[in-house]
Structures are given as C-alpha cells and as structure tokens.
C-alpha cells in the first residue's frame, strides 16, 4: 500500500529488486519516460481487455487489444488484437459484453504466452486506457501470479481526464458521460459499432487525440505530466 | 479469419474507389493506416508530417483552398485528398483548413500505388489526366443496350446493315446490272466510277424506265440511274432516316462512311423494324389526320423520354430523337393548316430555335421558332403567313410545346419576315450586342430549318457567319455573355457548393451544367463561321480549329454528355413518379461517384470559362 504514494520510477526500481531473472525483469529494467516529454515525442500504448468480470483475483483476462499512438498518430500497423484461452466456462453475463464465446478462446493463447508480448510491447511507454483500475489490475496480478512481482507503468486515463474537465468546467455529468462511447461525440469522433478490444483500444486513442489537441493547441504546452492520472 | 479493425475496413469498402478493391485488399488496408486528428482550424493537410500521403476524412470537414484563398473544394465524411500522391496537380488547392473537428485516416503514396498497381479499376479512380476521367465518368453510363425495343429512335442506321455493299461500274450495261440483281436478289444497286457513289438503280427503275419505256438492254445504266442522290451518313439515326425516305418519297437510301459507300437502306429494313416497335412515333404522326390525334401521340412524349433514360440511351441520342419527333409534329402541323390554306404564296421556311434547333431537346420544351419568307413576299400575303404561323403555333402549344414566354414564336409578327428584314435584325444586334439581342442570342443564334424552303436558311446563315467570323468586338460580347452561368464548385455533405463558400440545397442542373456548354460553344461557331447547331458538333468542329484543343474540345463533349445524362436521369425518375419533370437536382440524388464525376465535368467547364475570360476580355476595346 505503500507503493501509492511513491513516484512510478521508485515502484519500478523497489519492483525490479523483488523479481527474478525473465521477462518482467527485463520490462522493469526500462527507464521510464521522462514525465516532461512533449506528447509529440511520447511513444504511447493504447490497451484495452475484455475479462470475464471485474475481479482481479478471480475473473481472467479473454483478449488484449493495443494499437501504438507515436507523433500524436495512430499506427494501425502496430496494432494487435490476441484472445486468450482460459480453462473454465465462460460466464455468461460477461460474455453479453465482450461477445466472446467458449469456442474462440480456446484458439486463443495461454496467458503464460500473451503476457511476455505485451510486457515487450509496453516497455519505456506511456499506457493508455479508458478506465484504467481494470487494465492495471488484471495486468499487475498476471505479474504478481506469474513472476511474482508487482507490474509498474505510467498511465494515461482518459475516464479521469475526462472526469477533470467535466469538473473544471463545474458541468455536473451522469457516469454514463463518461463513457468511451459517450464521450467521442463530443469531438465530432464517429460512432463506432464493433466492440473488441482492438477496435475500442482504437477508439481510445483517438478520443486521447482528440482531447489533446483540444486541451493544448498549442503543441509545446502539450506535455507527459499534464495527462499521468496513476 | 477474424478481421481486425473491421469498423476501418467496413468504412472504407462501401466508398469509391477503396470499393473496388478486393475482399483481401480490404482485409489487409486498415493497418496500412495511420489516423490522426485535426481540431477545428487547423492547417490541413496537418503540420510536421514528413512525406506524401492521401488523407480520407473519417469525420469532420476540411475547406481547400487556392492561393487567393478562394474556395476550391470543401470535403466531408469520406472526402479524399490526393494531392500529394498525384503526379500532376490537378486541383487548384494550395492550402486547406479543417472547419470542423476532424479524424483523419491516412495513406502513404506508396501504400497507395502498390494498390494502384494491383489493381487497374481502383487506379481508374486516381487517373492524373482530366481526358481519362472524363472518359470514364461517361463509360459509366453506358450499360448494356442490347434488345433495347426503342432501338429505332436511339439505334443508328449502322446497326441495320447487314450485307456488304452491292456496287458495279457505272460503264455496265442494263443487262449485265438486271442479271446482277437477280442474282443476288436484290432490289437495287449502287453505281461507281472511280470508287465514288455516282448513282443508284432499282427494280423499280428497270421497269418504269427501260421495260416501259422501251430502252434497250444492252444502253449503259448510267442513261436510267438516279444520278442525284441522297444519302445518310452510317452514324443517322434510324428514325432520322426514316422521316427522310417519308418526305423524299423514296424508298432506298445509300449509307456512307464519309464518301465511301457503306451500304443500303431499304424501307423495308425500316418496316421489318418497325414491326418489332410499339412505339413509332414518328409514322404514327406523319400519317395523323387532325390535331387531336397528334396531340394524344405527343402526350406520349415523356413516357418515350422516361423510357429512353431507362434503355440508357446517351443523352445525346435522346435529345436528338426527342427533337426529331418535335421537327414532325412541327412538319405535320403546317401540312395539316396547308391543306387548308393551301400552298404558300411565295416560298419560305419554318426555323425552330434554341434546344430543338440544337437537337437537345428534352420532352415538351417552350416552343421556339420564326418564319423565314421569301423577299418576292408582298403585303397581301401577310394574312396568310399570319394565320400558318398561328395554327402552327397553337397547334404544339395543344402538343404541349408551351408557349414561349419570350414570345420567340412565328405568331409573333416581329419574328415572322422577310429574308432582307431577318438580315437587318442580324446586322443590328451583331453590330450592337445589346443586352435584349444577348438575351435572344440562345434562340436565333441557334436556328435550324424545320420545313420548307431550306435555301432560304442557308441564305441566312451564310450572312450572319460572314458578319461573325473573327468579329472581336461581337464575340467578346457573346463571350461575356457565355460566362454568366457559372457551374457549382461541387457538393458538400448536402450541399451544392457554390462560388465564394455559400451553400444551396439543389442546383440547376440545365443553367449551372449545360447552358454554360452550349454557350461556350456558340461563342465558337460564331467566332469561327461554323455552320453546326448542335452543341457537339459545334465543339467537334472548332476543335478541328486553332480555337480550341483537341483535348478540351473532348473534355467538355464528355462533361456535357455526363450532366446531360444526370438531366436525364433525374427527369425519368420525376416522370417515373408521375411528377412533372424539373432542372433542380439536389445532391441527395447523387452517388459518391456521381458527385465525383460531376465535379470534374464541372472543373472543365471553369477551366474553358477562364480561358473564354482571358481571351476575349480585350476583345472588347479592340
């Protein structure tokens, strides 16, 4: 519990103490990005999971999506989208919303497989969620059962930014404004009817985009630290 | 497989020109993307890009803009910018600003030409030449014509050929020609000397001619031919062929491909096709007996046009054939008053003007024409021309040819004269372009002898050519004039665009697309002394001038092919709906690919009105 109120890099260095040699040890052992990098420079991972339920401890990630976000453009080349397979039942209430059935996850890869791929991918880069308490829980636990350690990233939240200027503005708002889907309207983003994890952590990146650019215009201004909501 | 980003790849297969790529190519397009997001007012294409790309607008809107600052171009969901990747600039745009908030997807030049290349009817899309797109834009247009049953007023005589011309020598003698004819069994044939068409004889002129009137056999045929020959050109319309063997009384007609022979027509090839049309018109009403039955045929005349549109018929064809059966009711109406009247006192001939006289007629049009009278008229015959002139005109506003509200009618005394009076009236408004002459210029200087005297036209026109020709002053006025209908930039979401950023809800497709052709094209004829009426012939011909380029001269014969088709189209589907036909299209009606070629049939017609504006801007101080 300590860990909240230390700097992201002393959690790194405290984490990369604890773990052994493999593939976490080598994701803590990337500094991390200078929090006054200009977003023209940041190298951004937009990620987004599907899970069975909320609960970290008990519910299992189905698929990951993440697209690269480099000179504020989305590189669709470095995109992917992987379903995870997982030993029990599918429940159904979690499978209304991600439309995963029982029979695509098992093509999917064990979890042992698909964390090294995106531990790689995120190494040094900024995390971009919608929401973050899902994609950071679900992931640190992975680390924590699979190579007993803590996972450690810079995140980017477009929920709580988007909760900021609601709040700054004195606008009073519903949850439901605050969802993804409720908020890319606002900047003239267009409606996008598939929902997986690829095409969601795409629409989170461009949302991210979006409220940027309309936050600071002037690209200078437009800084790491303005945006770091963990 | 599952597709990723199938949200990109939907969006993008539904649109020109990324539908005509393959199932696979569009799998694979999505990520060979990049997006990027532009806050309203900002620089399009956006800054610290480096490289070429195509930019596709995911949302939002973006303004182009030329070095004035002028708007040239403004795109919407789904616009595409290609500027970067065209090897030749072929948008005015210089520089661009997003108007709205806006997600771009974006394509590198090289992605983009490794999909030119693999696939040659996406690369269409991105053709650098104006000439190429044009082309298209008509190919488009034309679907299968096969088995059309109103083939005979679309279909040109070309079609009805079937054998290779049957010719001999004109030195044979009767005999050899009959043993010839019987033969072959046919009932004529065509004579040559030194490969030219000198005349023509038929079983009907060995009987009447030799048999029965006692000719030796062994005579040369050139002593019982018709020697003065009327002929058609293989590209005549087949119901114009028709109306010509009614009126010379003849029953054969040589085919010519320029001044070689390329067949016969009979009547009967006309009949064995009139058997397999219902709708034959133009017999039907040269054999009409009073105005009522002409005006029940005439009624018929838009459901003719709806289902001309609908053979897809060019609407070149269609003006003409519509503007024939307009040249018959016309022809019908004077005989039916004259068999009343009686002949004319002295000759004279009934001119039509504007769109009929150009064979660009759409259904029931406003009537425009004059009476042209022989100088040997003396006033006692005034009340006979009077009344011709009246029965005529009453007679195809009955037919539906309303009125002129110009009053550019043969009933109008001013416009039925003498040949020395029409000469005074060219004269004054050739030497003084007032604006009343300027306002009349789209009918009487577009006019075409319907029905009597011909000679007495070509009279007429050889003067007004010859006071014409090269007449800075007279053409820098025509051209002034030419240039006051100007076509929209393009459309924009459901707008038309016009010129300085504002917006309509419909436009004028006759005044904004077509009238500004024609009158291109009459500043031509005029300028130049050509004796064409017909828009494209009259760009045809000058572009065989210095005045105007092969290749423009094509362009803007494809651009008015194009909008004169969408005028087409748009007044079937009115008709189809038993709604009264109009000019306002609005941009609704258009498809992506209708509103692209429309745009590019549009930029051709700027391009010649600044080249009109440039050229004869001086003209006019000279």
């Known amino acids: 519990m300590l860990d909240r109120f230390l700097s992201k890099e002393s959690q790194r260095k ?217 | 497989m599952e597709i990723e980003l199938i949200e990109i790849r939907d969006f993008l297969a539904e649109r020109p020109p990324f539908d005509a790529l393959t199932e696979e190519q569009l799998d694979l397009l999505p990520k060979q993307l990049e997006i990027r997001y532009l806050r309203r007012n900002s620089a399009f294409p956006p800054e610290g890009t480096t490289g070429n790309y195509l930019y596709i607008l995911r949302s939002g809107a973006v303004e182009l803009l030329d070095d004035d600052e002028n708007l040239v171009e403004k795109l919407g969901e789904g616009g595409i910018y290609t500027t970067q990747c065209q090897l030749i600039d072929i948008s005015r745009a210089s520089q661009g600003v997003a108007t709205e908030d806006t997600l771009l997807y974006v394509m590198s030049c090289k992605t983009l030409q490794n999909l030119r290349d693999s696939e040659p009817s996406f690369n269409e899309h991105f ?99 018709t020697a003065d020959l009327t002929t058609v050109q293989e590209d005549t319309l087949i119901i114009q062929a028709l109306m010509i063997m009614t009126k010379l009384r003849v029953h054969h007609l040589p085919v010519m491909r320029g001044d070689k022979v390329v067949g016969m027509v009979t009547a009967t090839d006309l009949a064995r096709h009139q058997s397999t049309n219902s709708a034959f018109f133009a017999a039907d009403i040269r054999k009409a007996e009073t105005l009522d039955t002409l005006a029940s045929i005439s009624e018929r005349l838009p459901e003719l046009q709806y289902q001309l549109a609908s053979s897809s018929a060019t609407a070149l064809h269609i003006g003409d054939a519509i503007s024939s059966l307009t040249d018959s009711i016309t022809s019908r109406l004077i005989e039916l008053a004259q068999m009343e009247l009686g002949p004319a006192p002295v000759p004279y001939v009934w001119l039509s003007g504007g769109s009929q006289a150009r064979r660009e007629q759409t259904s029931h049009s406003d009537q425009d024409n004059a009476l042209l ?32 509200p110009g009053d550019a009618m043969a009933m109008n005394p001013k416009w039925r004269q003498t040949l020395q009076i029409w000469k005074k009236y060219f004269n004054t408004w050739i030497n003084k ?121 094509e362009n803007l014969i494809d651009a008015l092919e194009f909008i004169a088709s969408m005028r087409i189209n748009h007044q079937a589907e009115q008709i189809g709906n038993g709604i009264d036909a109009d000019n306002y299209m609005s941009p609704d009606e258009l498809s992506d690919l209708e509103r692209r070629h429309l745009r590019d049939a549009f930029r051709v017609i700027q391009d010649m009105q600044e080249t009109l504006e440039n050229r004869y801007q001086g003209g006019r101080f000279r």
């Open chain 2, 127 to 225: 053709s650098e030449s104006m000439r190429d797109r044009l082309k298209q834009a008509v190919k488009t247009l034309k679907v299968s014509n096969n088995n059309n049953p109103l083939e005979i007023l679309t279909g040109e005589i070309k079609g009805l050929l079937q054998k290779a011309p049957v010719t001999a020598d004109v030195e044979s003698s009767i005999r050899e020609i009959a043993l010839v004819m019987s033969a072959k069994n046919i009932s004529s044939m065509m004579l040559m000397k030194d490969e030219q068409l000198v005349g023509m004889i038929t079983d009907r002129d060995l009987r009447k001619r030799c048999v029965a009137a006692g000719v030796s056999p062994d005579a040369p045929v050139s002593s019982i031919m």
């Open chain 2, 433 to 553: 372009p007032e604006p009343m002459a300027l306002m009349l210029s789209s009918i009487f200087f577009d006019l075409r002898p319907v029905h009597g005297e011909f000679e007495l036209f070509e009279e007429l026109q050889t003067e007004i050519l010859g006071k014409t020709r090269g007449n800075g002053i007279f053409t820098a006025y025509m051209a002034a004039n030419a240039l006051q209908h100007r076509p929209p930039l393009g459309f924009f979401r459901t707008f038309v665009l016009i010129h300085g950023g504002a917006h309509d809800d419909t436009f004028d497709i006759k005044h904004r697309g077509i009238v500004p052709i024609t009158d291109i094209a009459r500043v031509f004829a005029l300028d130049r002394g050509l004796t064409q009426v017909n828009t494209t012939n009259r760009l045809r011909a000058a572009a065989e001038t210095p005045i105007l380029s092969q290749e423009m001269g």
């Open chain 2, 373 to 404: 009278i022989s100088d040997e008229m003396r006033p006692e015959h005034a009340a006979y021309f009077e009344e011709l002139a009246k029965r005529v005109c009453d007679g195809l506003n009955a037919c539906g040819y309303i009125y002129c």
């Open chain 1, 14 to 230: 405290r984490a990369l103490k604890k773990v052994g040699d493999g593939v976490l040890h080598d994701y803590l052992s990337t500094p991390m990005v200078n929090k006054n990098t200009v977003c023209e420079d940041l190298i951004i991972v937009s990620l987004d999971l599907e899970t069975t339920g909320l609960d970290p401890k008990k519910d299992k990630i189905l698929s990951y999506g993440f697209v690269e976000v480099s000179h504020m453009t989305v590189r669709l080349a470095h995109s992917s989208h992987q379903l995870i397979s997982i030993e029990e039942e599918i429940p159904e209430e979690s499978a209304v919303i991600h439309q995963i059935t029982d029979d695509q996850a098992a093509t999917g890869i064990p979890l042992e497989e698909a964390m090294p791929i995106l531990l790689r991918q995120l190494a040094g880069k900024v995390m971009l969620v919608h929401y973050a308490s899902i994609e950071q829980n679900f992931l640190d636990a992975a680390c924590r059962k699979l190579y007993g350690a803590p996972f450690v990233i810079p995140i980017i939240d477009t929920l709580v930014l988007a909760r900021r200027l609601f709040e700054r503005r004195n606008h009073t708002f519903q949850p439901g404004n605050l969802r993804l889907f409720n908020l890319r309207p606002q900047y003239n983003l267009p409606n996008y009817k598939a929902h997986n994890a690829l095409s969601d952590a795409v629409a989170t990146a461009e949302l991210f985009l979006a409220m940027a650019t309309d936050m600071f215009p002037n690209p200078s201004q437009c800084q790491l630290r303005r945006f770091i909501t963990q």
